[in-house]
C-alpha cells in the first residue's frame, strides 16, 4: 500500500506525478487559515511530509503518530524542533548544495546594490529627479578590492568568497567556528575573530544557519565594533541580528548601508524603520528563488522523501541520531 504524503507546496508537474506514483497525497497549496486547517486535519495520517515556510512545532507533530519522514525544501532547518524529530525517530532532511551558488548570487547582488545605491538611484531616474549628471551627493563606493568579511564559512560562504577573490579582487577574511586551511589557501582568505572582523571588513556578509548558538549574534556590541563605511548583507537568517539595533545603527550613520534578504519578521512589515532608510536594499527572501535552483531544490526533497519512505537513508539526512535509531528497532 502506498504511504501517505501531506506536501505542503505545489511541485512542478513532473514531480507531482512522480509523487503521485509512489504516495497517497493530501496537496495544501496555501498555508493561509483554511489550509492549515486541512494541515491539522490531514496530519494524523501523515506518514511523510513535504514543504517549506512552516514551524514544525512538537505540537503540530503530536498530531502526526505515523510520521516518519520530513522533507524540508530548504537548506536552512530552524522551522523543525530536531531534538523532538530525532527523539521520535522521524528522519529530516534538507537541500543543500543545490542553493548554494544562487544565494551567493543574491548576496552579491546586494554587495552591488548597496554599494553602487543602485535601487536609490534607479528610483530617483524613475521618479523623473535625474536633471543633471550626478555629483559626489549620489556617488557609491568601490566594490572590487575592498575588504570582504564573511561570518559562517559554509558553502554559500564559500561561493560568496569565490565570486569576491575571483571576480572582484577583493581580500576575504572571514570568521567561523574554526580555521579553514583549504578555503584559506583556496581565496587567500585570512582568519579572523568574530571582534577582529568586524572591525576590518568593508562588507560584513552573514551566511550562517540560525541556531541556538547564533540568535542575536550581531547586536549594540558587535554594530559598534563596524566603521562608518562598512556594508552590512545578510543572506542568512534575520534572527542572527538584533533587527533594532541594525536600525539603530543606520539610523545613526554608525554604517555606511545595509542589503537584507531576512528579517527578524518576515513578510517584513510594510511600516519597518528599515524601508525608510535609503541606504537599505530590502529583497523578500529570494536566496535561492529562481526558476532552475527552486526546481532542482523541490527535486532534492522529493527524492530525500521517497528515499525515506522506502526505508532507504535519504542523501541529505540532517538527523543521523533518528536514522540509527530506527535500524536499530529494525
Ligand atoms: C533556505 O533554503 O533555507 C532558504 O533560506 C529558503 O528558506
Request: hydrophobic residues 40%; contains cysteine; aromatic residues 4%.
Amino acid at each position: 500500500m502506498k504511504k501517505h504524503l501531506v506536501l505542503y507546496k505545489k511541485l512542478s508537474p513532473e514531480l507531482m506525478t512522480r509523487l503521485h506514483e509512489h504516495t497517497d497525497l493530501t496537496l495544501i497549496e496555501d498555508l493561509g487559515p483554511a489550509g492549515l486547517k486541512t494541515l491539522r486535519q490531514a496530519l494524523p495520517k501523515a506518514q511523510g511530509l513535504l514543504g517549506a515556510s512552516l514551524r514544525l512545532d512538537a505540537e503540530l507533530l503530536d498530531l502526526a503518530p505515523r510520521l516518519e519522514a520530513v522533507a524540508s525544501v530548504s537548506v536552512g532547518v530552524d522551522n523543525y524542533d530536531i531534538d523532538y524529530l530525532t527523539r521520535r525517530g522521524i528522519l529530516l532532511s534538507n537541500t543543500p548544495d543545490v542553493l548554494t551558488e544562487t544565494t551567493a548570487d543574491t548576496g552579491f547582488a546586494l554587495i552591488l546594490a548597496t554599494a553602487r545605491r543602485v535601487v536609490e538611484l534607479a528610483n530617483m531616474v524613475r521618479a523623473g529627479q535625474w536633471h543633471r549628471n550626478i555629483g559626489p551627493l549620489h556617488f557609491g563606493s568601490d566594490v572590487h578590492g575592498k575588504t570582504l568579511g564573511i561570518i559562517g564559512m559554509g558553502r554559500i560562504g564559500e561561493a560568496l568568497a569565490q565570486r569576491g577573490h575571483a571576480g572582484f579582487g577583493m581580500p576575504v577574511i572571514y570568521h567561523s567556528n574554526s580555521p579553514k586551511p583549504a578555503v584559506e589557501q583556496r581565496f587567500n582568505a585570512r582568519y579572523r575573530s568574530l571582534e577582529q572582523l568586524l572591525q576590518e571588513a568593508d562588507f560584513i556578509c552573514l551566511t550562517l544557519p540560525l541556531t541556538a548558538q547564533t540568535q542575536g549574534l550581531i547586536g549594540p556590541r558587535e554594530f559598534a565594533l563596524m566603521r562608518p563605511q562598512s556594508i552590512f548583507i545578510n543572506i542568512s537568517r534575520g534572527k542572527v541580528v538584533d533587527e533594532a539595533a541594525l536600525i539603530q545603527a543606520l539610523q545613526q550613520q554608525r554604517i555606511r548601508a545595509a542589503g537584507l534578504d531576512v528579517f527578524e519578521r518576515e513578510p517584513l512589515d510594510h511600516h519597518s524603520p528599515l524601508l525608510q532608510l535609503p541606504n537599505v536594499v530590502a529583497t523578500p527572501h529570494i536566496g535561492s528563488a529562481t526558476h532552475e535552483t527552486r526546481e532542482a531544490m523541490a527535486r532534492c526533497a522529493v527524492d530525500n522523501l521517497l528515499a525515506a519512505l522506502a526505508g532507504e537513508r535519504p542523501a541529505n539526512l540532517v538527523n543521523e541520531e533518528a536514522w540509527q535509531s530506527r535500524r536499530a528497532r529494525a
